[in-house]
């Protein structure tokens, strides 16, 4: 009904960079907030960042000022650029989205989770 599939994960050195990108699809009539988790070995998956249908933007303490999230509301998705990547940030990242969608009312879809490993 609704999916989202992101991408862009990967391995990359301590001080590097990586976009996710997160593509909502089906029958979407409006997203709200879209945004990113990430889940580490043997840790409780945690919210990295969102963002609303007005842009406004919200960020774990941990990624302030080295992450980015963005969306373009006319292709359905969401971006995170991930600047000064460190050890600490390995982990799966998820896409989520908060959906009204077309026939269903609201719903809350994830991601299949796309891995960051972060050598040191």
């Known amino acids: 009904q609704v999916q989202l599939v992101e991408s862009g994960g990967g391995l990359v050195q301590a001080g590097g960079s990586l976009r996710l990108s997160c593509a909502a699809s089906g029958s979407i009539f409006s997203i709200n907030i879209m945004g990113w988790y990430r889940q580490a070995p043997g840790k409780q998956r945690e919210l990295v960042a969102d963002?609303?249908?007005?842009?406004?933007?919200n960020y774990a303490d941990s990624v302030k000022g080295r992450f980015t999230i963005s969306r373009d509301n006319a292709k359905k998705m969401v971006y995170l650029q991930m600047n000064s990547l460190n050890p600490e940030d390995t982990a799966v990242y998820y896409c989520?989205?908060?959906?009204?969608?077309?026939?269903?009312?609201?719903?809350?879809?994830w991601g299949q989770g796309t891995l960051v490993t972060v050598s040191s």
């Open positions: 963002i609303t249908s007005a842009d406004s933007t």
């Open positions: 989520f989205a908060d959906v009204t969608t077309i026939k269903s009312g609201n719903l809350e879809v």
